[in-house]
């Protein structure tokens, strides 16, 4: 089945620095990627996403680039403020039904 | 009330105890998933319904027994849990299934066994 890789954190970042959250994946076919992001105590909520190849989901100055050929989907934000702190998943529709397979998430920490 | 509600936010319960986790939405949405969130792990998805029929069992324990009475509602009855169940439980429901349709996710429920 698909699979998602996410790098490990945490990240420790002061603020206005720039942020790149790395994801790979594993799957058949040309799946729908997604980013979540869970803030403490909160659920999961839909930060951005993409459905093909080379597409650019972008949200809260938060992006992220469908690429095929190195089969990942970055997360960038060019100055992260400090209520970016939480945690971020990365995740991978799988098969004809979409299950979303997820990352083990990121957790950023913005500093002041 | 907008989005996916989940009660109780936090449970505490005994190994022999049962106990239910309650989810809502008012979305309008045809599809709800319970997933399992355990500290270190990716997030595990444990039972999909589609249209309140259950299409998808992930080798879930049958201490754990879902219920989904309407389309607006799912149900996670839970009996004779271990210490290992204890994680954070996940409602989401999203429009249809499929592969381009994200999630609507709760806010959980923080189950603690004792």
């Known amino acids: 089945g698909n699979s998602v890789t996410q790098m490990e954190g945490p990240v420790t970042l002061s603020e206005e620095a720039f942020l790149t959250i790395n994801c790979t994946y594993t799957?058949?076919?040309?799946?729908?990627l997604f980013w979540y992001v869970q803030y403490p105590g909160e659920g999961l909520q839909l930060l951005l996403k993409a459905t093909k190849a080379d597409d650019k989901g972008s949200n809260k100055g938060f992006e992220a680039t469908y690429r095929k050929e190195t089969t990942s989907f970055h997360l960038e934000k060019g100055s992260v403020q400090v209520s970016d702190s939480a945690v971020y998943f990365c995740a991978v529709g799988e098969g004809s039904q979409g299950n979303l397979i997820f990352g083990k998430g990121t957790k950023l920490s913005v500093k002041p | 009330e907008t989005g996916v509600t989940q009660t109780p936010r936090h449970l505490v319960m005994g190994m022999t105890n049962k106990k239910s986790l309650k989810c809502e939405q008012h979305l309008g949405h045809n599809a709800m998933y319970w997933y399992k969130q355990s500290a270190k792990k990716p997030l595990e998805l444990m039972f999909v319904y589609s249209l309140e029929e259950r299409v998808e069992n992930n080798s879930v324990p049958s201490r754990f027994s879902p219920e989904c009475p309407n389309s607006s509602h799912l149900f996670l009855h839970l009996h004779t849990l271990q210490p290992e169940d204890s994680a954070l439980y996940l409602c989401?429901?999203?429009?249809?299934?499929?592969?381009?349709?994200?999630?609507?996710f709760g806010s959980g429920t923080r189950l603690t066994v004792v």
């Open positions: 989401a429901s999203s429009q249809d299934r499929g592969p381009s349709y994200g999630y609507t």
């Open positions: 799957a058949t076919g040309y799946p729908s």
